[in-house]
């Protein structure tokens, strides 16, 4: 069962982000602030939901929350500050457009850049602990595959609205047969195609 975490009764806002290992397109993070009795039958980490049970699910939390808010930094910044620095860079704009300011901040994953003056605590497997950071797992997700889909419409070849710009070797073979698109990442190795390799989407 998820929790509410609250550290002191301090208005806490739950962090994730969506897109970490993809080879196309932007790396996405959500916050959000839950309130203490907040409760919603199925709410849980996003790669253990269905497409269908996300997107049920975005809609109640972006009504109920106190507030949230997505981060977004592009394909191009990703190449610039490396994959890492843009989840955090993402989480960060995420934090700051939130129309409430948090007093703690608890982050799915083990590292984090301290975001200025507002504590946080990160938590390994967060998003299957707290709800905050399960929301923001599903906010992140799914705005992040709203615009993939998008993307895939300019280039059905890569077939984004099925992969969303995972590293499967559909995907690989695309690109090698097809070259880059505007939206790669071009820092990321497209391993080859032909190797039995499996991958699952992250959130």
Not at 124 to 131: A, E, H, M, T
Not at 148 to 162: E, G, R, S, T, V
Not at 173 to 185: C, L, V
Request: charged share 25%; with cysteine; hydrophobic share 40%.
């Amino acid at each position: 069962m998820l929790l509410n975490s609250y550290q002191i009764e301090l208005i806490e806002a739950g962090c994730d982000e969506a897109g970490r290992g993809c080879l196309a397109g932007p790396v996405y993070a959500a916050a959000v602030i839950l309130p203490k009795d907040f409760y919603v039958e199925g709410l849980n980490d996003s790669k253990k939901l269905t497409h269908q049970q996300r997107e049920k699910l975005r809609p109640i939390i972006e009504k109920e929350a106190i507030a949230w808010a997505v981060g977004i930094v592009d394909h191009e910044e990703i190449d610039q500050i490396n994959i890492l620095n843009a989840s955090f860079l993402a989480m960060h704009r995420a934090i700051e457009k939130l129309e409430v300011q948090p007093q703690y901040l608890v982050i799915d994953g083990n590292r984090f850049k301290a975001y200025p003056q507002i504590p946080h605590s990160c938590i390994v497997k967060g998003d299957g602990k707290y709800l905050n950071i399960a929301a923001a797992s599903i906010l992140a997700k799914t705005h992040r595959d709203e615009l993939m889909d998008q993307l895939d419409l300019a280039h059905p070849h890569y077939n984004w609205k099925k992969n969303k710009g995972y590293p499967t070797i559909a995907h690989r073979t695309a690109i090698i047969a097809n070259g880059f698109s505007p939206f790669h990442r071009k820092t990321f190795t497209v391993s080859d195609p032909q190797l039995r390799l499996s991958f699952e989407e992250e959130g």
